[in-house]
């Protein structure tokens, strides 16, 4: 199993120095996340511009956002900026999407696609145009939402065949979970009985995904990954909450707290190590 850390709050530079704390306490990969408007009271920055910071102060860590709802980026600009960034980390860059919490002003209030069926249909079609993009070669593309007559992008990311895409599979929509087959990992994620979604409450759960997932493709280099909170005190509480998780087939532990924007409680949990 590897393990990330989630960065939630801090001024920009502060970040990019926990980024750097991360990859010295040992952690294999650093995230920010995606906000465009969240509240006028949150401190929000660019993910973009703090990765391609991150990305030169850092060696080894992974890098990503998670998560970027493409519905409401243009595809083209994103391809641009996914390829700057792995060209600046040597390569080191995961791209984690989805469709976007139903209640993220950075869609709603700014007179983005609301409904569900569309930010799927233009996330389907933003990941196409993404994929050919990167391939350097002459790409034009013909859907419902986006079009453009042929045009080659370079350079070229530093990975190929392409940068990871991790894609949020919320269970069982079968719409969502055959979307996850195609691409190279995943964020999962629980359709409860009422609105919303919600992360796997136990290690059964996501079994069962897993489980889904392993009968329709191959395994190798696919990643699943968990998110939650374990202590920056007691290593063995954190390694205990980590291991059911592994063992129901978690290839990375997301080590997040969004109730918290603080630094030096980050910084308290970054230098702790990971949960392993």
């Known amino acids: 199993m590897k393990f990330g850390f989630i960065i939630t709050g801090g001024e920009a530079r502060e970040q990019v120095e ?44 992974r890098l ?5 709802p493409l519905s409401r980026r243009r595809p083209w600009k994103v391809a641009r900026e996914t390829t700057t960034v792995d060209r600046l980390s040597n390569g080191r860059l995961v791209l984690p999407v989805g469709l976007g919490a139903m209640d993220d002003r950075g869609i709603t209030a700014l007179g983005e696609a609301p409904d569900r069926r ?4 233009r996330l389907d079609e933003a990941l196409e145009i993404l994929i050919g993009l990167w391939s350097g070669e002459p790409f034009g593309y013909s859907g419902r939402h986006y079009q453009f007559e042929p045009m080659a992008f370079r350079p070229t990311p530093v990975q190929r065949p392409r940068i990871p895409i991790w894609v949020v599979g919320a269970w069982p929509s079968q719409r969502s ?33 897993r489980d889904w ?3 329709r493709r191959n395994l190798d280099g696919f990643e699943i990954t968990m998110e939650g909170s374990t202590s920056a005190t007691d290593a063995s509480s954190a390694a205990a909450v980590v291991q059911p998780w592994a063992e129901a087939g978690a290839t990375w532990w997301i080590e997040s707290d969004w109730d918290n924007l603080e630094v030096e409680p980050m ?10």
Request: glycine share 8%.
């Open 267 to 276: 910084r308290r949990r970054i230098e702790a190590g990971p949960p392993s």
């Open 64 to 68: 990503g956002a998670i998560i970027s």
């Open 213 to 215: 997932i392993a009968a």
């Open 177 to 209: 979970m055959s979307r996850v087959l195609r691409y190279d990992g995943l964020l999962p994620y629980w359709l409860p009985k009422t609105t919303g979604l919600a992360r796997p409450e136990t290690p059964v759960q996501l079994t069962e995904m």
């Open 118 to 121: 569309t930010r799927a249909e």
């Open 18 to 61: 926990l980024a750097r704390a991360a990859e010295a306490a040992g952690w294999d990969a650093v995230f920010t996340w995606d906000g465009i408007h969240v509240g006028d009271e949150v401190e929000t920055y660019d993910p973009w511009a703090l990765m391609g910071a991150m990305a030169l102060a850092t060696e080894r860590v």
